[in-house]
């Protein structure tokens, strides 16, 4: 929220230094995002008078002034705006100065071969208003040479950030009352002047919604004029960040502003009826004040007359019912809409404005009569006119809530030794009601602190005003002795395979848990929908990733339109899927992308080479490797999925059913779903599947102990049919004879000439180790003939 340090003078009485004001604001949870002082975009511009003013020499437009900048030493300025002229007294921007509105540095040059020593301004210029048809034009008593902004009063705004938790802080009254509770100044007291009613209400108000709308209040103004708003409102307005339009708009927003109230004024001429609030119904529309057209349903609030819908209540007003400069009578409505409805309704229709971020906050359902004379006696005042009596439909919850506290509390939960005297100051100067009995503190909270609830909230609003700074650093008492380690086996998984992964060139990337539903859907499981957000951040983001890859996916895609040539990306986290019971089941994965090049084009590699399947396998054999799998017993079997390549992807199984990892090339048409361009490899990995150790861990390892022996390495090539896969005769042959063979491994593929069609030749390499004495012939004979009977279960044959 964004308002002027003028603004919150207006309300609180205090010498304070703009600092020590936003440090204050800061101090009591109000957290500052930013300061914007004028006088510093304003720095470099003068108060200066124009002695005189020639045509130029070289252009019918432009004109050659003298200008007087108070130091005694006129200068000479080329300046086209059409009211320039002799005895003017505007504002001169000397060199070095820069243009707010467009950045640009004034400096010494010729203008058509006149020199010009800076440029008089304009209001938009100097972004002071829109006027752009001459130079500004200042009081002839405007000292010159005084700096503009000293003159103007430039005027500091401070953008305050304000918690959900604290709609009272969503008007500038309420800032104040802060500040003042924390010793910072004396809050003004702000007189409200009730309104005498000069005639008899001729519309109907009511409210036929009491859950939406409990109290509608109203009265009409008659005979106002509307036009342009103060130019103290108008500046007030703007340091919020509003755009004036007109005097009867104005004076909503600031008192919506300053008081945390929204209300709306009608043009009456546009009304037929009576004034409702009510339920809408199913398949009703309304254009809004921005001009979009909103569908709505039996669930949303709306004020309507006999002609339909004019106010999505509590959010935004009717394009065709509101003010305009011909509006001579008004209806000047304040209600109190439901916090609920208000936010739920905004949700569904993406709708945000200034109110529905006051409404669903929770406004003071005691401000009501209140605010209407305010909102009255400004509009009479500015617009003149004659006012109504008030209609009063419904009546808002006023029932005061009680808390019950000790000021014991304050030291037990907040950690701060407060006098219960001080404690009591703090209270009532935040505008609580505490009455001391001989039980303990009876306090009732005023209607603009909904969120505090109960003795814990109290104790919060003590310790902020008495200052959190004062709580003194208590060091947690530590046991002696080597602490435990509080990592979960799953987060030291996460650890390893994350700087294994990292060690292997790739790079971590963070995606969204949540997808667009066409790009979830593509990997959706068939016997599983997609969990749907009911309240997604966006449109784009409201399913639950069923897995980590497309988030990787449209990483890639990202980063190759954006000129990366090779990606190696990777990513830990939980893909959300539905159990058995239809609860959420979320599971921890490791997925990896690899796109672009794997090694880049070269005199000695020639073009460069990209990712395929098998090095998509061997990231999903190391990372398994890493995480404790079992590597040597898995089986290479298809059915990837159909985001996956069919011919160029596999996946790895522990047994038939237990899956561990998937890995592949994308298919085509995943590619072109997510809009890559070129082969990328992936791998995803289901860390939840791998099984865990049998038998309780130790803290120390068995000695190594090498082998007194040397190793003995024998090669067998085997005539193997086309469709059996080259690990699974690995896998046979390392357990023909695990007393001896510990290691076998693939080092040859061979398919051409020599070689029967339909078969290819595998070559293996296996090691055996012997262990109390040398082998002799007949125990690598024996060995061999148990590696070619293991063979041959996949009908392979020992080759020559």
Known sequence: MKFSLSWLKYFLETDASLEQIAGKLNAIGLEVDGIENPAEKLAGFHVARVLTAARHPDADKLQVLTVDTGDGAPLQVVCGAPNARAGLVGVLGLPGAVVPANGMALKKAAVRGVESNGMMCSTRELELGDDHDGIIELPQDAPVGTAFADYHGADPVLDVAITPNRPDCMGVYGIARDLAAAGLGTLKPFAVTPVTAAFPCPVEIRTDDAEGCPAFYGRVIRGVTNGASPEWMQARLKSAGQRPISALVDITNYVM??????????????????????????????????????????????????????????????????????????????????????????????????????????????????????????????????????????????????????????????GVAVSPDKQQRILEALGFSPVITQDGWAITVPGWRPDVDGAPDIVEEVVRIHGIDRIASVPLPRADGVALPTATPAQKLERRLRRAAAARGAN??????????????????????????????????????????????????????????????????????????????????????????????????????????????????????????????????????????PGQSATLRLGPKTVLARFGMVHPATARRFDIDGPVAMVELFLDAIPGRKGAATFARTHY????????????????????????????????????????????????????????????????????????????????????????????????
């Open 257 to 414: 502003l300053a008081f945390g109230r929204p209300a709306h004024a009608y043009d009456l001429a546009r009304l037929n009826g009576a004034v409702v609030a009510r339920r809408a119904k199913d398949g009703e529309e309304v254009v809004a004040l921005n001009e979009k057209t909103y569908l709505l349903d039996s669930a949303m609030t709306v004020i309507a007359d006999d002609s339909g819908v004019h106010d999505i209540a509590g959010i935004m007003g009717g394009a065709h019912s509101g003010c305009a400069d011909g509006t001579t009578d008004v209806l000047l409505e304040i209600a109190y809409f439901d916090p609920e409805r208000i936010a739920a309704t905004g949700r569904k229709l993406n709708l945000t404005s200034d109110a529905r971020g006051r409404f669903e906050r929770g406004v003071d359902p005691a401000f009501l009569d209140a605010g209407l004379d305010i909102l009255t006696d400004l509009i009479l005042r500015i617009c003149g006119g004659e006012a109504s009596e008030v209609v009063r439909a419904g009546a808002a919850p006023t029932t005061p809530k009680i808390v019950h506290f000790d000021p014991a509390l304050t030291q037990a939960l907040g």
């Open 705 to 800: 102990a090498p082998p007194a022996l040397q190793a003995v390495k024998r090669d067998f090539a085997f005539l193997v049919p086309l469709e059996v896969p080259a690990g699974d005769l690995v896998r046979l042959v390392q357990g023909a004879d695990k007393a001896n063979i510990v290691a076998a491994r693939l080092f040859d593929d061979f398919r051409g000439q020599g070689v029967p069609e339909g078969q290819k030749s595998l070559a293996l390499e296996v090691t055996l180790q012997p262990l109390e004495k040398s082998y002799k012939e007949e125990d690598l004979k024996a060995v061999t003939e148990k590696v070619k009977a293991a063979a041959a279960k996949l009908g392979a044959v020992l080759r020559g």
């Open 508 to 645: 971590e990337a963070v995606t969204w848990s949540f997808l667009p539903v066409a790009e979830a859907e593509v990997f959706a499981l068939p016997d599983q929908p997609l969990w749907i957000l009911a309240n997604p951040i966006s449109e784009d983001m409201k399913a639950m990733r069923p897995s980590l890859l497309p988030g990787l996916l449209s990483a890639a895609r990202r980063n190759l339109d954006r000129g990366a040539a090779s990606l190696r990306l990777f990513e830990i986290g939980r893909r959300y899927l539905r159990a058995a019971d239809g609860s959420s089941d979320e599971r921890l994965s490791l997925a990896v992308v690899l796109a672009g090049d794997k090694t880049p084009r070269g005199w000695a590699t020639g073009k460069a080479a990209p990712f395929d399947a098998f090095d998509a396998k061997a990231e999903a054999l190391a990372l398994l490797a890493e995480a404790g799998a079992p590597v040597d017993k898995l089986q290479v079997m298809g059915e990837a999925g159909p985001q996956f390549h």
